[in-house]
């Protein structure tokens, strides 16, 4: 028994490394079960390698990849650059003039070269490692990629693999592409644009309630960019094709009033011209705001219309068949009818419903 103590820390020291790069978290019954929380995939077979990459080794790969590219021979210098796709390096070198932090410099001229191969896809997930692993690195550099890329996979055909097989993509994938841009890409100068690509590609793909909720975000988060005057409309035309007519639910139609309203009110001068647009672009945004007020004008007019016609189909029940329902029916007369009608004319004075239910209510009150 003097041994077993013994026995047992040998066995956790060669057993120790099969749980290097895991923690241990519960589930909801209690049960444990791995979740791997590395973000570079390691090295290895059987056990894997997260340590970091010694600096000799890091930079022999890289001046060796280089002279490979610089060589014009892209294929030799990729298989050196995804070396360090498994494992971190933090060396810094001399590098064309300035300080170079090797890893994400590797991994970044590694997602060009797949780019130019046709490996969208793969050289999306590069960038995204880059992102979430190098925080020192020039995130400009990589966010404007990443939209790029995002954009390529989501609206043009992709180039064959190995020249014959097609490849494809879905709309969820497209789109959560996007939902991982904004989340890595928060600020002002990228997330609006990501956010507004989302947006587009889930009303594309029916799916109203993303849309919604990216172009919330957009006006919510990010007032101020220029992009906010159409998310802005592009809600109320969302909640427009939702709506069902007088007879069924008003939500919808009430909320694409209030958009179009608001729209109209908040964006009377549109957003002035914006750093990253040209002449050429903010004419054209001027050109569509414009259309896009008239557009709202009308949406203003025929949601009203609706609900102003919802209260006449309302007022016209209770005229019909109130003494079913009301409690002192004989005592309260036209009133419950006439209380719809008006709220009709009151609350949506000028459409053709309250025109009809001013007459309504003359004709239940005798007048001439």
């Known amino acids: 028994m003097d041994q077993f103590p013994k026995i047992l820390a040998a066995l956790l020291i060669i057993f120790a490394p099969l749980d290097a790069g895991y923690a241990f978290t519960n589930n909801q019954d209690g049960r444990g079960e791995k979740e791997n929380t590395q973000i570079f995939p390691g090295t290895g077979f059987f056990i894997k ?54 890893g994400p410099e590797a991994i970044f001229r590694a997602a060009l070269i797949q780019e130019k191969k046709g490996e969208w896809k793969t050289s999306f997930e590069y960038l995204e490692l880059i992102a979430r692993a190098y925080v020192l690195y020039d995130f400009n550099r990589v966010a404007e990629s ?16 190995w020249g014959f097989l097609p490849r494809f993509s879905s709309g969820s994938e497209n789109r959560a592409r996007f939902k991982e841009i904004v989340e890595l890409a928060r600020g002002p100068k990228f997330a609006p644009r990501a ?37 802005f409309f592009m809600l109320a035309e969302i909640y427009r094709k939702k709506a069902t007519g007088p007879s069924y639910d008003q939500y919808a139609i009430k909320a694409a009033l209030h958009h179009y309203q608001d729209y109209l009110i908040l964006y009377d001068n549109p957003p002035v011209k914006d750093p990253s647009e040209s002449m050429d672009q903010y004419n054209q945004r001027l050109e569509e705001s414009s259309k896009r007020k008239e557009i709202a004008q009308l949406g203003v007019n025929e949601m009203s219309e609706n609900l102003a ?26 009133d419950p009818a006439i209380k719809f009608y008006e709220e009709a004319i009151d609350n949506y004075t000028g459409t053709q419903a309250a025109r009809e239910a001013e007459e309504r209510v003359k004709s239940l009150r005798g007048d001439k």
């Open 309 to 334: 016609q919802s209260k006449i189909e309302i007022g016209e029940y209770v005229e019909k068949y109130g003494k079913y329902f009301l409690v002192r029916w004989r005592e309260l007369g036209n």
């Open 146 to 161: 990443l939209l790029r890329i995002a954009e390529k996979i989501a609206t043009q055909k992709q180039p064959k693999k």
């Open 195 to 231: 956010l507004m690509i989302l947006a587009n590609l889930a009303i594309k793909d029916e799916r109203e309630s993303e849309a919604i909720d990216a172009l919330e975000r957009l006006i919510n988060f990010y007032p101020e960019n220029f992009r906010s005057e159409k998310a």
């Open 49 to 102: 390698n997260y340590d970091p990459y010694e600096n000799d080794q890091a930079s022999d790969w890289f001046y060796t990849a280089i002279a490979h590219e610089r060589a014009g021979d892209n294929e030799n210098a990729l298989k050196i650059y995804k070396n360090f796709t498994k494992r971190r390096t933090d060396h810094v070198i001399e590098f064309e003039g300035q300080k170079t932090l090797i």
